[in-house]
T-cell receptor
Framework: NAGVTQTPKFQVLKTGQSMTLQCAQD?????MYWYRQDPGMGLRLIYY???????DKGEVPNGYNVSRLNKREFSLRLESAAPSQTSVYFC??????????????FGPGTRLTVL | GQQVMQIPQYQHVQEGEDFTTYCNSS?????IQWYKQRPGGHPVFLIQ?????EVKKQKRLTFQFGEAKKNSSLHITATQTTDVGTYFC???????????FGKGTKLTVNP
């Protein structure tokens, strides 16, 4: 099992460009999440999906859109990138009712720089 | 929204010394998880605490959940260089699947 995979690993954008961060999990989890991590800020939830076809805003959703394409995949889109979106982005997944309720499994992250 | 304060923000210890990080909330928590993130890595789940006064041990790591379920701690006995990283507490938001991460405690260990 690959667990949670994210592409790309690194990305540099210019202000105003758009891009989509891809995330996939092979653990048959219902719930998926997108976080951003900035120095000294911990992880902040951008969007959350409890199941295929449903999404919910997190703490910092402005400037982002998401798509839960199917149970495996959850993508994050930046329509018009801004320097304030320079960050490390983590995707995670979890399964309700697992051995540890809501234990989240994280992908390796995407390091995004917006110039 | 629900917030937690994690202290200290940084901790530097000599190898073999003990280390403790604290997570405090102004509201009662339904449960709390702890994660470790190695430098350049991603967060990895360590433990979940659910019951008031709960204490769980994993080798040299001891996790506690306060009696009032408003605070939690992680204690590492006799630190090793492999303990280096940032430790995050993450209570469940309103009992849901969503977590609210603390800002973390960055631990460095001098060999």
């Amino acid at each position: 099992n690959a667990g949670v995979t994210q592409t790309p690993k690194f990305q540099v954008l210019k202000t105003g460009q758009s891009m989509t961060l891809q995330c996939a999990q092979d653990m048959n989890h219902n719930s998926m999440y997108w976080y951003r991590q900035d120095p000294g800020m911990g992880l902040r939830l951008i969007y959350y999906s409890a199941s295929e076809g449903t999404t919910d805003k997190g703490e910092v959703p402005n400037g982002y859109n998401v798509s839960r394409l199917n149970k495996r995949e959850f993508s994050l889109r930046l329509e018009s990138a801004a320097p304030s979106q320079t960050s490390v982005y983590f995707c995670a997944s979890s399964q309700r009712g697992g051995r540890f309720y809501n234990e989240q499994f994280f992908g390796p992250g995407t390091r995004l720089t917006v110039l | 929204g629900q917030q937690v304060m994690q202290i200290p923000q940084y901790q530097h210890v000599q190898e073999g010394e003990d280390f403790t990080t604290y997570c405090n909330s102004s509201t009662t928590l339904s449960n709390i998880q702890w994660y470790k993130q190695r430098p350049g890595g991603h967060p990895v789940f360590l433990i979940q605490l659910v019951k008031s006064g709960e204490v769980k041990k994993q080798k040299r790591l001891t996790f506690q959940f306060g009696e009032a379920k408003k605070n939690s701690s992680l204690h590492i006995t006799a630190t090793q260089t492999t303990d280096v990283g940032t430790y995050f507490c993450a209570p469940s938001q309103g009992g849901s699947e969503k977590l609210v991460f603390g800002k973390g405690t960055k631990l460095t260990v001098n060999p």
